[in-house]
């Protein structure tokens, strides 16, 4: 059996149109400028363990999460304390390379330090 379409497809539609005037009085037609959302961030969330030193720790979030040492021991304390923190908020690439960086030099160092990224609310 043949089945045939019984009506034709339609075209999504377009953007309504703004009519407008230039600077000359001539009427411009332009369609609506398109909004896009801002970026989904993404949190690096550290987690405690017991045996990774707190110094080696601190120079992690020096070196890739740009913390000068007061803060970067701030941080590592709060993780030891609370078990897990917030090492920085960026966007999803950026946030998953961080996770990349630091769990490939805890375990070039032989540490079990481990991190992750989730998104924000
Ligand atoms: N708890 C570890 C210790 O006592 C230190 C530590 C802090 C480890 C933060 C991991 O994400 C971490 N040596």
């Not at 707190?54 to 000068?68: P, R």
């Not at 590592?76 to 946030?95: E, N, Y």
Request: glycine share 4%; aromatic share 6%.
């Amino acid at each position: 059996m043949i089945f045939m379409a019984t009506k034709p497809p339609t075209r999504p539609k377009a953007p309504p149109v703004q009519p407008s005037r230039d600077e000359g009085g001539s009427v411009v037609l332009e369609r609506r400028t398109l909004r896009t959302e801002p970026p989904r961030m993404y949190q690096v969330v550290m987690l405690n363990d017991d045996y990774t030193p707190m110094e080696f720790v601190v120079v992690v979030l020096q070196e890739f999460f740009s913390k000068d040492r007061e803060a970067a021991t701030q941080i590592m304390l709060k993780i030891h304390l609370d078990g897990k923190g917030v090492c920085g908020v960026f966007t999803r690439d950026v946030a998953s390379t961080k996770v990349e960086l630091v769990l490939d030099a805890a375990h070039k160092a032989g540490h079990p330090l481990q991190c992750l990224c989730e998104p924000v609310e």
